[in-house]
């Protein structure tokens, strides 16, 4: 059974970081690309970051560039996102997705077939 484990959610104080982690079972990762998402409290899912099966070439949102990394470890069958400099607006549920073939339209959750349960993020003093 193909599955999707995040963790590494919490409350953390502005300008602090987290590293949250996907781990995928039942199928090989290496073969599909990964993106994040993430849902703020009554608003849309929204994708924050997005990495191919090789772990060569990623994107990111505006919002989220030059303080989010998002990264892979293959053999170990996880993705990451690393947060840092974490603002009050970056507070909300995240997901891992994966699929075979996206490409540039990452950012659009309705391409993305398979979720992870999410973990909480919470930024606030």
């Known amino acids: 059974q193909a599955l999707l484990v995040e963790s590494g959610g919490g409350l953390v104080q502005p300008g602090g970081s987290l590293r949250l982690s996907c781990v995928a079972s039942?199928?090989?990762?290496?073969?599909?690309?990964v993106a994040w998402f993430r849902q703020a409290p009554g608003k849309e899912r929204e994708g924050i970051s997005y990495i191919n099966s090789f772990g060569d070439f990623t994107d990111y949102a505006d919002s989220v560039k030059g303080r989010f990394t998002i990264s892979r470890d293959n053999a170990r069958y996880t993705v990451y996102l690393q947060m840092n400099n974490l603002k009050p607006e970056d507070t909300g549920v995240y997901y891992c997705?994966?699929?075979?073939?996206?490409?540039?339209?990452?950012?659009?959750?309705?391409?993305?077939?398979?979720w992870g349960q999410g973990t909480r993020v919470t930024v606030s003093s």
């Open positions: 039942g199928f090989a990762l290496e073969d599909y690309e």
């Open positions: 997705a994966t699929s075979l073939l996206v490409g540039s339209s990452w950012s659009e959750a309705a391409d993305w077939p398979s």
